[in-house]
């Protein structure tokens, strides 16, 4: 063994100062401490992102296969170019819109997804997640699939946007019919101080002409029919329509009841159970109200519960709520169309890679594809940066305990100035004299390391055998997830003893340069 390693195993054994040796032990435990908060914050972390993944990918599929505009009605063709695709292993359309859940006076937003229960299995992990009922009522027996898209109105199929804005605009600027407007001469509402004698009867108005008999290029005015829902106001067709809906649905057995799989959060928020009955309402948006004349109005459906999920993940089991794809496209007058495909592929790696091909080999236009990273970028960059932040912090605090590694050594150098003056009078080189040192300060900081990875291993194995609560509606998960690795504890190592080897070399280098003469004067 080199005589500077034996010499510097003797410093450790032997200490004359007892000042010494307790800034020696304070250095090894701020090591260990330091050590083991950053291995348990990197397994911590590493869970979350594990978890979130886990999660999201569990209700999500790995690419989307998207369409500019409403109407995709080609989703078929589509899916058999999908799976044409290397490395695709499953595709299956989806129709998804915000919708309202309610069950007595209980109501909650939810995002309602149509899904083909046929297909749901080779794309999701729903029926893995599944803790009460089943897919198998999911889809009604006597079900059909509604007709082609071309079938709806012209009106609903062809608007877009900017088509409700100009339309209500337009209705809007438009003047009212004469007929229509109050006369302040004869309205005592508008004339306060009216005198109270009777005012001779008027002769009795014309009635309007319906707009269906009037003369080809005539402009009809703005007397409404009675039955036209835009003559009251939207909230009272909202009403009325619902009313329409529930007794119709009332009507219905429970068993003829299309299914509805909600999660558990909902079904608990909601006092849900198996086979009871829920009512999905579609909200009224302005633009819906604007297009209350063309037909457009909310519509509302009794579903019954064939199952609840849970996918630990609350921001999805709070709002998530599947039915099937062919109900779904009904109950929102969309034909034969849905709003995209997923696609699960076999390497979730590579699913960018696979959505572009996707996009070539459809053409692109108007087809676009969109993988899970890109679906939910914000959230997986948030859980690193957080990761790398709190792995900054807790190294300063391995630095800021290195300290006490310099402060060791100095203090070390100190009280054995004349034994390397004896070294060095003897022919000790300078570089000996630097090993020993630096030996002495690298044991200091691999006994904290080996201290700090085995408490940071056993405080993964208690959190990993008895989990940690935690409230799911701050962190969206109920418990918190830890996934040691190996390599993240082999890196914590190296970092720490990093840190401490150059907090050694310091004092070390400054005792390989005093000279004979400096470590005897005063002796």
């Known amino acids: ?44 972390t590493s869970g979350f992102q594990e978890s979130f993944r886990s999660k999201v990918l569990g209700v999500n599929a790995h690419v989307l296969v998207l369409k500019y505009g409403w109407d995709f009605s080609e989703y078929r063709e589509v899916m058999a170019s999908v799976r044409a695709t290397p490395g695709v292993t499953g595709a299956a359309p989806f129709l998804i819109n915000p919708m309202m859940i309610t069950r007595g006076e209980r109501i909650a937003g939810v995002l309602v997804k149509g899904v083909d229960p046929t297909l749901l299995g ?14 198998d009522g999911l ?17 609903r199929r062809d608007a877009t946007l900017d088509d409700y804005i100009a339309r209500g605009r337009r209705e809007i600027e438009r003047p009212l019919a004469p007929s229509v407007l109050p006369d302040p001469l004869t309205d005592p509402l508008l004339v306060p101080h009216a005198p109270s004698a009777p005012e001779p009867a008027a002769p009795a108005p014309e009635p309007a002409t319906p ?49 509805v799989i909600i999660g558990r959060t909902l079904a608990r928020t909601l006092s849900l159970g198996l086979n009871d009955q829920v009512r999905i309402i579609s909200p009224l948006t302005g633009a819906d109200a604007a297009l209350v004349r063309q037909g457009a109005t909310p519509r509302a459906r009794d579903f019954r519960v064939v199952g609840i999920f849970d996918a630990g993940f ?60 890109s679906l939910n970028h914000n959230l997986f960059t948030a859980l690193a940066l957080q990761k790398l932040a709190l792995s900054f912090v807790i190294t300063i605090i391995i630095v800021i305990a290195a300290f006490n590694v310099i402060a060791t050594l100095v203090m070390v150098v100190l009280e054995r100035k004349r034994e390397i003056a004896i070294l060095k009078a003897m022919g000790a080189p300078d570089s000996a ?13 691999a006994i904290g390391t080996g201290v700090g990875l085995a408490l940071g291993a056993l405080n993964c194995w208690i959190l990993t055998r008895y989990p940690f609560p935690l409230d799911a509606q701050v962190y969206l998960i109920r418990y918190v997830p830890v996934r040691p690795s190996a390599a993240e504890f082999v890196l914590t190592g190296a970092v720490a003893m990093l840190i401490a080897a150059v907090a050694s070399f310091i004092p070390a280098w400054w005792a390989s340069r005093l000279t004979p003469v400096e470590g005897l004067r005063y002796e």
Do not use: C
Not at 5 to 13: K, V
Not at 340 to 368: D, F
Not at 434 to 442: C, E, M
């Open 1 to 44: 063994m080199d005589f500077a390693l034996q010499i510097a195993g003797r410093y450790l054994r032997a200490r004359r100062r007892a000042f010494v040796s307790i800034i020696g032990v304070i250095a090894i435990v701020g090591i260990a401490l330091g050590v083991w908060a950053l291995s348990v914050t990197l397994a911590i």
């Open 122 to 135: 080779q794309v999701l992990d729903l029926p893995t997640y599944l803790v009460a009922g089943s897919l």
């Open 139 to 155: 889809r009604p027996a006597s079900s059909q699939p509604p007709g082609p898209v071309d079938e709806l109105p012209s009106a």
């Open 211 to 259: 707009v269906d008999r009037l003369e080809p290029g005539a402009t009809p005015d703005y007397v409404l029919p009675p039955d036209d829902p835009i003559a009251s106001d939207p909230l009272d067709a909202f009403a009325r329509e619902v009313s329409r809906e529930a007794e119709t649905q009332g009507r219905r057995p429970e068993a003829q009841l299309p299914g």
């Open 314 to 373: 609350d921001e999805y089991d709070s709002r998530l709520v599947y039915v099937d794809l062919w109900q779904a496209q009904r109950f929102f007058d969309q034909g034969d169309a849905v709003t995209g495909v997923e696609v699960k592929v076999r390497n979730i790696e590579r699913a960018r890679a696979i959505g572009r091909r996707i996009e070539r080999s459809l053409g692109g236009g108007a087809y676009h594809t969109l993988d899970w990273e």
């Open 433 to 445: 004299i630097l090993r020993i040192f630096l030996a002495q300060g690298l044991a200091v900081g």
